[in-house]
């Protein structure tokens, strides 16, 4: 019996506390909860889910968040008292098994740092823990006394929806008042992570008026940071992790008022579907022992992935400590913004591999959020669909847009920082843009390369596109026109997709100045 969990209403289990990655993997295989892959990395299946469950994201409505958080389809309201007594059925549920328990920070900033504890019913679950959150050392661990937040995971616990005032029998709540995260009835370790995510969105604009980003970020030599904005499936793991420039972080990110851009995480969490050395050696080369791999398979007869292959899910994934990464930010941290990139996988084809936004469009943009669901990366989603997701992160936003997009646009002005918009996606012919090119468009961007060349601007969107830039195949690429065979058809499916900007900004008109407005479709 653990005195630490009865405090929590856990009180029968076997508790494993802080265990290092060899002692989790190794559980993991004797329990055949795993398999151990050629790389020395263990691949899990995480059963039914595969991917985030937003219809079954729920936020505690009370005294903290009732008059502050952006209610809706994104951010759906859950009872105090189902929450409590849900609580207490998870711990009663979790009194009988054997546990894992890990205490980890959130924020690379000490000055915003969060310290978590993080109760798992999965060995591999905690492993996940230990590569994604910031690790104390022995001599913190020593001293760590209580959380801040508590995360409690049960992928065995199924709720049930009649009672419990859920969906279905998987969930992911948060309550403010009780600085909880509840997870139960899924094993997507994705669940755990946007978890604390969700709740940084809502802690660090309200209480320290820090802006929060669904961003990778790396910085150069000389000391310059870019962010890069994107959904999942998007290429902000792909493209933040690049030889020439180090790594602050992969996913989520804060932007403090003393212009220091902090990773949330100390881990990164890749998609690993048609992953290859050649082009993506830093996440390839990540893949060892320490790493978690997700719902991979295989090839026949051997334990080598076979990273093409998706019968179980399009989102898989592996988990890894930051420092798998040979060139990044120690600790992770960067100053000095002077890049931003928004991608969007353009299932149109329409979008330009490059644009620059001037301040009203990228406003709009930010707001608008315009991507495509990758499949895999949610519940249902098995091919692309288009989608705007304010913030490119309405699932893990709970305050409204404009309190995001307010902050985004005071830190552009003052930092004189360069906007892009980045099409990730397809070309005119169902083609997704060469990996390569994205990766020279991004260097010249970066490297100034794009301040001196001839502009061109986009007749639908109004946004500037650049008519030459080093180093990718062909200079024709740039006019994401030329890819198409009927120029009819091409002009049809742009204003289709400038409609749809059009449709989607409505809910937002009532706040939007006039400024805004204007960077918004001139079709």
Same mark, same amino acid.
């Given at each position: 019996?653990?005195?630490?969990?009865?405090?929590?209403?856990?009180?029968?289990?076997?508790?494993?506390?802080?265990?290092?990655?060899?002692?989790?993997?190794?559980?993991?295989?004797?329990?055949?909860?795993?398999?151990?892959?050629?790389?020395?990395?263990?691949?899990?299946?995480?059963?039914?889910?595969? =991917?985030?469950?937003?219809?079954?994201? #729920?936020?505690? &409505?009370?005294?903290?968040?009732?008059? $502050?958080?952006?209610? +809706?389809? !994104?951010?759906?309201?859950?009872?105090?008292?189902?929450?409590?007594?849900?609580?207490?059925?998870?711990?009663?549920?979790?009194?009988?098994?054997?546990?894992?328990?890990?205490?980890?920070?959130?924020?690379?900033?000490?000055?915003?740092?969060?310290?978590?504890?993080?109760?798992?019913?999965?060995?591999?679950?905690?492993?996940?823990?230990?590569?994604?959150?910031?690790?104390?050392?022995?001599?913190?661990?020593?001293?760590?006394?209580?959380?801040?937040?508590?995360?409690?995971?049960?992928?065995?616990?199924?709720?049930?929806?009649?009672?419990?005032?859920?969906?279905? =029998?998987?969930?992911?709540?948060?309550? #403010?008042?009780? &600085?909880?995260?509840?997870?139960?009835? $899924?094993?997507?370790? +994705?669940? !755990?992570?946007?978890?604390?995510?969700?709740?940084?969105?809502?802690?660090?604009?309200?209480?320290?008026?820090?802006?929060?980003?669904?961003?990778?970020?790396?910085?150069?030599?000389?000391?310059?940071?870019?962010?890069?904005?994107?959904?999942?499936?998007?290429?902000?793991?792909?493209?933040?992790?690049?030889?020439?420039?180090?790594?602050?972080?992969?996913?989520?990110?804060?932007?403090?008022?003393?212009?220091?851009?902090?990773?949330?995480?100390?881990?990164?969490?890749?998609?690993?579907?048609?992953?290859?050395?050649?082009?993506?050696?830093?996440?390839?080369?990540?893949?060892?022992?320490?790493?978690?791999?997700?719902?991979?398979?295989?090839?026949?007869?051997?334990?080598?992935?076979?990273?093409?292959?998706?019968?179980?899910?399009?989102?898989?994934?592996?988990?890894?400590?930051?420092?798998?990464?040979?060139?990044?930010?120690?600790?992770?941290?960067?100053?000095?913004?002077?890049?931003?990139?928004?991608?969007?996988?353009?299932?149109?084809?329409?979008?330009?591999?490059?644009?620059?936004?001037?301040?009203?469009?990228?406003?709009?943009?930010?707001?608008?959020?315009?991507?495509?669901?990758?499949?895999?990366?949610?519940?249902?989603?098995?091919?692309?669909?288009?989608?705007?997701?304010?913030?490119?992160?309405?699932?893990?936003?709970?305050?409204?847009?404009?309190?995001?997009?307010?902050?985004?646009?005071?830190?552009?002005?003052?930092?004189?920082?360069?906007?892009?918009?980045?099409?990730?996606?397809?070309?005119?012919?169902?083609?997704?843009?060469?990996?390569?090119?994205?990766?020279?468009?991004?260097?010249?961007?970066?490297?100034?390369?794009?301040?001196?060349?001839?502009?061109?601007?986009?007749?639908?969107?109004?946004?500037?596109?650049?008519?030459?830039?080093?180093?990718?195949?062909?200079?024709?690429?740039?006019?994401?026109?030329?890819?198409?065979?009927?120029?009819?058809?091409?002009?049809?499916?742009?204003?289709?997709?400038?409609?749809?900007?059009?449709?989607?900004?409505?809910?937002?008109?009532?706040?939007?100045?006039?400024?805004?407005?204007?960077?918004?479709?001139?079709?």
């Amino acid at each position: 019996m653990d005195s630490k969990l009865i405090n929590y209403g856990i009180s029968a289990a076997k508790v494993h506390w802080n265990l290092s990655p060899e002692e989790l993997t190794k559980i993991a295989l004797d329990k055949g909860q795993a398999e151990k892959a050629s790389s020395g990395a263990i691949n899990v299946l995480t059963g039914k889910f595969t =991917g985030r469950s937003p219809k079954d994201r #729920f936020i505690v &409505k009370d005294e903290i968040t009732e008059n $502050t958080v952006w209610w +809706g389809d !994104i951010n759906i309201p859950f009872e105090s008292e189902k929450f409590d007594r849900l609580y207490d059925k998870v711990c009663t549920h979790l009194s009988s098994k054997e546990l894992f328990v890990r205490d980890v920070y959130a924020c690379a900033d000490s000055r915003y740092q969060l310290k978590i504890r993080a109760i798992n019913e999965k060995a591999w679950a905690n492993l996940f823990v230990y590569n994604m959150f910031i690790r104390p050392d022995e001599e913190a661990l020593e001293n760590f006394g209580d959380p801040d937040w508590l995360i409690i995971n049960a992928p065995t616990f199924l709720a049930n929806p009649e009672t419990d005032g859920t969906r279905q =029998g998987n969930f992911a709540i948060l309550n #403010f008042s009780r &600085k909880i995260a509840l997870i139960g009835g $899924t094993g997507y370790t +994705g669940e !755990i992570k946007k978890g604390i995510f969700s709740a940084l969105n809502f802690l660090l604009p309200t209480f320290k008026d820090t802006m929060p980003m669904h961003c990778s970020a790396n910085t150069g030599e000389k000391g310059d940071t870019a962010l890069f904005f994107g959904l999942s499936g998007t290429g902000k793991t792909t493209l933040s992790a690049d030889k020439n420039r180090k790594l602050i972080g992969d996913d989520e990110h804060g932007w403090t008022n003393d212009n220091t851009v902090f990773n949330f995480e100390g881990g990164c969490y890749a998609k690993v579907i048609n992953l290859s050395a050649e082009g993506e050696p830093e996440i390839y080369n990540a893949i060892r022992e320490g790493s978690l791999l997700e719902n991979c398979v295989f090839k026949s007869g051997t334990n080598e992935v076979d990273f093409e292959n998706k019968s179980i899910t399009e989102n898989t994934r592996v988990s890894y400590p930051i420092h798998y990464i040979k060139n990044i930010m120690v600790p992770s941290l960067g100053k000095n913004p002077k890049n931003i990139f928004f991608l969007s996988f353009d299932a149109f084809g329409v979008l330009p591999p490059i644009s620059k936004l001037n301040a009203a469009q990228t406003a709009y943009l930010f707001t608008s959020g315009y991507t495509s669901k990758v499949a895999g990366t949610e519940a249902g989603v098995t091919e692309p669909q288009t989608t705007f997701s304010c913030c490119f992160g309405a699932p893990f936003m709970p305050l409204h847009p404009t309190k995001y997009a307010e902050m985004l646009s005071r830190k552009v002005k003052e930092t004189a920082v360069n906007v892009w918009m980045l099409n990730t996606g397809w070309n005119g012919k169902g083609k997704r843009f060469n990996l390569k090119d994205t990766r020279a468009i991004i260097h010249a961007a970066l490297d100034g390369e794009l301040d001196h060349v001839e502009y061109k601007q986009n007749p639908y969107f109004g946004f500037m596109v650049p008519q030459s830039c080093p180093n990718v195949s062909s200079n024709d690429i740039l006019n994401i026109e030329t890819s198409w065979d009927d120029p009819e058809a091409y002009d049809a499916k742009a204003r289709l997709l400038a409609e749809k900007f059009k449709e989607n900004f409505k809910k937002y008109e009532s706040f939007a100045d006039e400024e805004i407005l204007k960077g918004g479709p001139v079709v």
